[in-house]
């Protein structure tokens, strides 16, 4: 079965910190997401990489980077966190499944920014 | 750009009733992906669909994919405790992304 873990299911940091979201899957995949999840908005991409030290913009980059130094590992860093960066934060990584890509979800991290 | 709308938004159902939504894509989709996701929980696959008009079944669940491959339903029957969450249909974005619906919200009483 694939794993994909999260760092942490709740995190509560203050206004201006610098936060850290680390993910990791354990089946070789090449692409690797990261969304969050807001009621009625469904799940928006904020960065995605499909390969080490690779990566592309989503929907809703602005505020957050990422690093993918290894391919089992895809981090993401709010640089300044702010109130409404206030989410559940859900890592993802995918595989090609008879012509089709399937996403695999982590466990999420619900982030509370005070 | 390219938009998956989900219908309805919420949906509460009395257990044993019956339940659908609703999948719809601005553009042609050469797939169409479902997931669910409990309360607390992850997205989880449930299924995907290739062919246009495709039926696909997993016990009380009936996915379908339209003959233009613009929609997708996925209907339950008897609904149960079990089947509460939120599901989620999703549609190809270039080759390895994906675009979400919004997902509709299934409560049931039991």
């Known amino acids: 079965d694939v794993k994909v873990t999260q760092s942490s299911r709740y995190l509560v940091k203050r206004t201006g910190e610098k936060v850290f979201l680390e993910c990791v899957q354990d089946m070789d995949h090449e692409n690797m997401f990261w969304y969050r999840q807001d009621p009625g908005l469904g799940l928006r991409l904020i960065y995605f990489s499909y390969d080490v030290k690779m990566k592309e913009k989503g929907d809703i980059p602005e505020g957050y980077s990422v690093s993918r130094e290894k391919k089992e590992r895809f981090s993401l860093i709010l640089e300044s966190a702010s109130t409404n960066q206030t989410s559940m934060y859900l890592c993802?990584?995918?595989?090609?499944?008879?012509?089709?890509?399937?996403?695999?979800f982590g466990p999420g991290t619900r982030l509370l920014v005070l | 750009g390219q938009q998956v709308m989900q219908i309805p938004q919420y949906q509460h159902v009395q257990e044993g009733e019956d339940f659908t939504t609703y999948c719809n894509s601005s553009?042609?989709?050469?797939?169409i992906q479902w997931y669910k996701q409990r309360p607390g929980g992850h997205p989880v696959f449930l299924i995907q669909?290739?062919?246009?008009?495709e039926v696909k079944k997993q016990k009380r669940l009936t996915f379908q994919f339209g003959e233009a491959k613009k929609n997708s339903s996925l209907h339950i029957t008897a609904t149960q405790t079990t089947d509460v969450g939120t599901y989620f249909c999703?549609?190809?974005?270039?080759?390895?992304?994906?675009?979400f619906g919004q997902g509709t919200r299934l409560t049931i009483n039991p």
């Open positions: 993802a990584s995918s595989a090609r499944t008879s012509g089709v890509e399937t996403q695999y």
């Open positions: 669909l290739v062919k246009s008009g």
């Open positions: 553009t042609t989709l050469s797939n």
């Open positions: 999703a549609g190809p974005r270039g080759a390895q992304k994906l675009v």
